[in-house]
């Protein structure tokens, strides 16, 4: 796939949290699935990670807001801290995140990431 350069603790935490919401977005009865893939974009300098679930989604009036820090949709349970740290963790890796979410059916979440090159040291 290639290699990437990262700081492993704040990709760890960024990645957990995209993990972590797209558990608490699958209903508890049992029905719900994530997905993790990861590839290397053919013909690009990047790769990819994606965090989906087949959970609520994310209702459209609110799609701009998710990363906004101290923004939650989990009332007493969130922070409204997690996705604004981890579009920063993400950006300050040279990466972005892309979010497609439909209602009822489920959120994908997808970083890219630059990979590395012996010479970017």
Not at 15 to 33: F, Q, R, Y
Not at 90 to 118: A, C, M, N
């Amino acid at each position: 796939l290639g290699m990437l350069k990262l700081d492993q603790d704040s990709m760890h935490d960024a990645l957990l949290n995209l993990v972590t919401n797209a558990i608490d977005a699958i209903p508890d009865d049992g029905s719900g699935s994530i997905t993790i893939r990861t590839d290397r974009l053919p013909g690009q300098s990047s790769f990819k990670i994606e965090v989906a679930d087949n959970g609520v989604g994310i209702p459209e009036d609110i799609r701009d807001k998710i990363f906004n820090l101290f923004f939650s949709t989990k009332g007493q349970k969130g922070t409204g801290i997690g996705l604004a740290a981890t579009r920063k963790v993400i950006e300050d890796h040279g990466g972005t995140i892309k979010l497609d979410s439909t209602v009822g059916q489920g959120t994908k979440f997808t970083v890219y990431l630059p990979l590395w090159r012996p010479d970017d040291n």
